[in-house]
């Protein structure tokens, strides 16, 4: 009778785990909307953060130069100092935070983010980019995302590929910029040689969203595909099956995905917006970090930035000390 029980009790289980994935896995339908004619901002970017307190300035100051106006915070149950630094940003119109806490340990609670963001934030944008606080967005050679994307509004969504940077030999974290102390990426031609390197956000224009049931890209109106890369080619489906066409020549994320080994090792030991770490998501996290390492040469794209960033942080600094 025990083991009957037991294993009744192990089958009620595996289905449990495969409803949940089945769940999981279901697009996210969003509501379906005509894009607005004078819509409050150009672009605007939504991100889902947990404890990135220290981050939040030079992260928003960054992506405030390079164009994007306004910022859909979704803080997912941070305990350290974001909600301050983000009330700041929030006072001053340019931030608006949006509560979000882990209300189920299976569903994807960034991709829930994400819809919550086009169904209710979409029309307010000709552009959303969606990307993570460990990630910086930027042109290789325009002044700013506003003046590239001016460029290619015939598309829907620009699929912009990352670049993995390391620990730049750095075991616990530096004083100051992430953007100043972390300078080693991976080139891109061997992100191609290790597709598992590879990877992309999305600039979309929201009322061309159907569906969402990726964090990097989205499901289009009239179209199986993606979006384009940076020289207006369609991607398929799964842009990793194609590598040639993921290029980062003209627009590109600098994905800081080890910062410190010591900061890496806590987020791996951690949980994250998209659900429970699992032993294997570990071992995984731990593998493309000694391929970051591995492959790492000086990467100083973003440099040309960087004085007018320290300009702009100095500047709201003082803002906020005379507040």
């Known amino acids: 009778m025990h083991v009957w029980h037991g294993f009744k009790a192990a089958l009620r289980k595996r289905r449990q785990a495969r409803n949940e994935k089945i769940l999981v896995r279901e697009p996210i339908v969003v509501p379906q909307s005509a894009a607005a004619t004078q819509p409050d901002h150009y672009l605007t970017c939504v991100a889902i953060a947990k404890n990135e307190g220290a981050y939040l300035d030079e992260w928003i100051q960054f992506h405030l130069l390079v164009g994007i106006s306004h910022f859909y915070i979704y803080d997912n149950g941070s305990t350290d100092q974001s909600l301050s630094v983000l009330r700041a940003y929030e006072k001053a119109g340019i931030v608006t935070v949006v509560p979000w806490r882990p209300f189920s340990v299976w569903a994807n609670t960034q991709n829930m983010a994400y819809a919550h963001a086009v169904s209710n934030f979409g029309a307010g944008s000709r552009w ?11 042109p290789v050679h325009a002044a700013s995302l506003t003046e590239l994307l001016q460029a290619r509004e015939q598309q829907q969504a620009i699929c912009v590929t990352g670049v993995n940077f390391g620990t730049s030999g750095h075991a616990v974290r530096p004083e100051g910029l992430v953007t100043e102390n972390y300078r080693q990426a991976v080139p891109m031609d061997l992100q191609r040689e290790h597709p598992k390197l590879l990877n992309v956000k999305s600039i979309v224009q929201p009322a061309q969203i159907r569906s969402i049931e990726s964090v990097h890209w989205f499901n289009l109106k009239g179209t199986n595909k993606i979006g384009v890369n940076e020289d207006g080619d369609p991607l398929p489906r799964f842009p990793r099956e194609d590598p040639l066409k993921l290029k980062a020549d ?11 080994r010591e900061e890496f090792s806590a987020k791996v030991n951690g ?6 770490q699992l032993p294997a998501d570990a071992e995984q996290r731990w593998a493309m970090f000694r391929q970051i390492e591995e492959f790492s040469v000086p990467d100083d794209s973003i440099q040309r930035f960087v004085p007018d960033l320290k300009d702009r942080l100095s500047a709201w600094q003082k803002e906020m000390a005379s507040a």
């Open 128 to 138: 959303m980019a969606f990307f993570d606080l460990d990630e910086f967005m930027f």
């Open 271 to 276: 949980s994250n917006a998209r659900g429970p």
């Open 250 to 260: 003209t627009v590109r994320f600098n994905h800081y995905y080890t910062r410190s």
